[in-house]
């Protein structure tokens, strides 16, 4: 073994696997907290901050060329005090650098790597920098001895970096009252349709992202309008992700991104939120008008959630790594000559054409099975495709996998369960109901410590506080399983932790919430981003957690608290809409949303309650009622409901349609009633 494996720096104390793979670095990484920053201060040597993930493949990479090699770390230890963080673990400390680097006017990425004053002041940074010097790139040691030298000789340009850029983040949006209603949604609608990938669905160009609140947003205006143009364009995207290479075809699970613009070529690492989110999006477009792809592609993401990502305790882990045994994608991709072997050459050749396989290969002399150029098959040929599948898998599953980050992480926890719940609605799957609330009770039991939430748990240690994209997240997956199961648990789970957030995150002068407690560890600053993410910014899930708070329980004050995010929010949001639509979505559902109320006992009760929740989630609020005497008086339902008669009512802003009794009656007014135009109301 050598000499750099054997040396242990301090983060072999810590659990996260992104800081555990640096354990044996010969940087004498710390990991952050207040003892890093004392010795920063101690020394006065200036901070180099370096922020990944367990599944980046482009950290692995720096952290090979240079956190591995003995000369790379002795300037590093020598010049600066390393601090590694793992920003899945700690969002907060990873939102306030990279909007620092984003002010330096460079483009975002991971690693990212900040050269920080001894008090955590961001003064310069960038993201991957090779060991040596290419393409008018330094290498990473100049860059280092230079960032050294200005720091020692000329600290007054130091302190005029740090000044400008404190001022920057600092700054609040002063953007004036502009009002955002039905006209503007529709509008930015159009717009974001106009941008999208005509043939290959998406965004145009490459590298293409799922981004499902675009998608999202895109099919609300569908519903809203009436347009069917704005589901083909959401169901192109979502066809083509789910024939493409983004897709696992023998394991199920998408890909974070393709590289190019047909959705061929994923970066291949596997995360818990985008597998979340697409699963969503499946089952929305499901309930609306059922489509057998996406119906498989969910049972088999649910499926390899199952087998890949849950913890044994209960909860889901964060991601799977791109590479394994050193190289990107090795795992997942295939030679002609494999298949061949393995299934024989009549199937073999029958496969080939089906997967895109050849003997060149698509992916640098391999071939990523894909459905782009062959979709379509018999039910014989289903039957086929799903045995000779079944014979790849077995056979990959002997190979070494790529590395799993099990950390669990209450936000992207949060996304999955609400995506279950809904998704065991839409495709009719009471077993993946259990499979949420199991995830559930994980999250508020062994990830919360006296009522309050935690961010992440590995290994028996929570990291305490959560911060308010877990409150957002666990109360949306709350509600979504309140409105599956009418378990009032949940309910009352989702307002306890509402109240949280509002008391130990809300800003009360700006509006709107910060990611991090009033008693969390203190920072720079508290970030208070409202702009989407990978993940729906905490300000817009909470929006939409609001306005469904405010149908289920009845009461007003959560329409009251509603009104006053949107009245601070929707001003900011309109100088950047693509940058808010999670909080747009929130919008929608309070303006056109439908609230179905189904009251009364009885088997045809239950059957009409099926029918309700297995409706679109994102424009329905199912509230189950069944004593109508429980109706709020101000109710705009309890005028037309019988005395112990079982019944649905179709309720949007103040007005209710009349009584339904059959299952496909409801279902049937609810779709026609979201395909009509915004101007439109029940009478």
């Known amino acids: 073994m050598s000499d750099v494996a054997l040396h242990t720096n301090r983060l072999a104390g810590e659990t996260s696997p992104y800081l555990l793979q640096h354990q044996h670095n010969p940087v004498d990484w710390w990991p952050w907290g207040p003892e890093a920053l004392a010795e920063a201060q101690r020394t006065g040597k200036p901070i180099l901050l370096s922020v990944g993930y367990a599944a980046c493949h482009w950290c692995h990479v720096m952290a090979h060329e240079s956190f591995e090699d003995e000369t790379t770390a002795a300037v590093m230890n020598e010049l600066f005090v390393p601090i590694k963080v793992d920003r899945e673990e700690r969002p907060d400390i990873d939102q ?21 004053t001894p008090d955590g002041a961001p003064v310069w940074g960038g993201t991957y920098f090779p060991k040596t010097a290419q393409y008018g790139r330094a290498a990473f040691v100049e860059v280092l001895r230079e960032l050294a030298r200005i720091f020692r000789d000329e600290p007054d340009k130091i302190a005029a970096n740090k000044a400008a850029i404190e001022k920057s983040l600092s700054q609040r949006s002063s953007a004036d009252a502009a009002s955002i209603g039905l006209n503007e949604l529709d509008n930015a609608a159009g717009s974001i349709a106009r941008a999208t990938d005509p043939t290959n669905g998406g965004l145009r160009g490459a590298p293409k992202f799922p981004q499902c609140s675009m998608l999202e947003f895109l099919w609300r205006a569908g519903a809203r309008t009436g347009d069917e143009r704005y589901f083909i364009t959401t169901n192109l995207a979502l066809t083509q992700m789910s024939q493409g290479g983004i897709y696992d075809h023998l394991g199920g699970g998408y890909a974070r ?37 996406y119906r498989q592609r969910a049972e088999e993401t649910v499926g390899w959630l199952k087998r890949e990502m849950l913890t044994k305790e209960g909860g889901f882990a964060s991601s799977l790594d791109a590479d394994s045994e050193g190289e990107e994608g090795k795992f997942y991709v295939w030679s002609q000559a494999d298949i061949a072997h393995l299934l024989g050459p009549d199937d073999a050749t029958f496969f080939a054409a089906k997967y895109g396989v050849s003997a060149e290969g698509n992916f640098e002399g391999h071939n990523i099975l894909n459905r782009l150029d062959d979709g379509s098959e018999t039910a014989t040929e289903a039957e086929q495709l799903a045995a000779l599948r079944a014979i790849l898998f077995r056979a990959r599953e002997k190979r070494v996998h790529p590395g799993l980050d099990d950390k669990v992480l209450a936000d992207w926890n949060g996304l999955t369960i ?11 799957r009471p077993d993946w109901l259990t499979l949420a609330t199991t995830a559930f009770g994980f999250v508020t039991t062994t990830m919360s410590r006296r009522d309050r939430l935690g961010h992440s748990w590995r290994a028996g240690k929570l990291l305490q506080p959560a911060l308010a994209s877990d409150h957002a997240a666990m109360i949306r997956a709350a509600l979504a399983l309140y409105e599956a199961t009418g378990d009032h648990l949940f309910l009352d789970q989702a307002i306890l ?13 700006h509006g709107g919430y910060f990611l991090t407690s009033d008693d969390a560890e203190g920072l720079i600053l508290r970030p208070h981003s409202t702009v989407d993410d990978a993940i729906p910014n905490h300000v817009g899930l909470t929006a939409q957690n609001l306005a469904r708070l405010a149908v289920l329980t009845g009461d007003e004050r959560w329409r009251r608290q509603l009104d006053m995010l949107f009245k601070h929010m929707l001003p900011v949001a309109a100088a950047n809409m693509f940058g808010h639509l999670s909080l747009l979505n929130a919008l929608d559902l309070y303006l056109a949303g439908s609230e179905i109320v189904v009251t009364g006992q009885g088997e045809g009760v239950e059957a009409l309650l099926k029918a309700a929740r297995a409706l679109p989630h994102a424009t329905t ?10 109706l709020p008086p101000h109710h705009p339902a309890a005028d037309k409901v019988a005395p112990g008669g079982g019944a649905a009512f179709v309720c949007r802003g103040q007005t209710c349609s009349l009584p339904v009794t059959e299952p496909d009656a409801l279902t049937a007014l609810v779709l026609r009633e979201d395909a009509s135009s915004a101007n439109r109301r029940l009478q």
């Open 418 to 428: 609400a995506a279950l719940a809904h998704a065991a609605n839409a495709f009719n």
């Open 621 to 630: 609020i199912v509230l189950r009622v069944p004593d109508p005497a429980k």
């Open 257 to 293: 991104y393709s590289v190019d613009a047909r959705w061929l070529v994923p970066h291949f690492e596997k995360m818990l939120y985008d597998n979340a989110q697409i699963l969503d999006m499946l089952a929305l477009e499901h309930a609306r008008a059922p489509n057998e792809l």
């Open 497 to 509: 932790w509402q109240a949280d957030l509002d008391t130990h995150y809300g800003d009360p002068q």
């Open 96 to 116: 306030i650098y990279m909007n620092a680097l984003h002010l330096l006017g460079e483009q975002g990425g991971w690693p990212l790597t900040m050269f920080l």
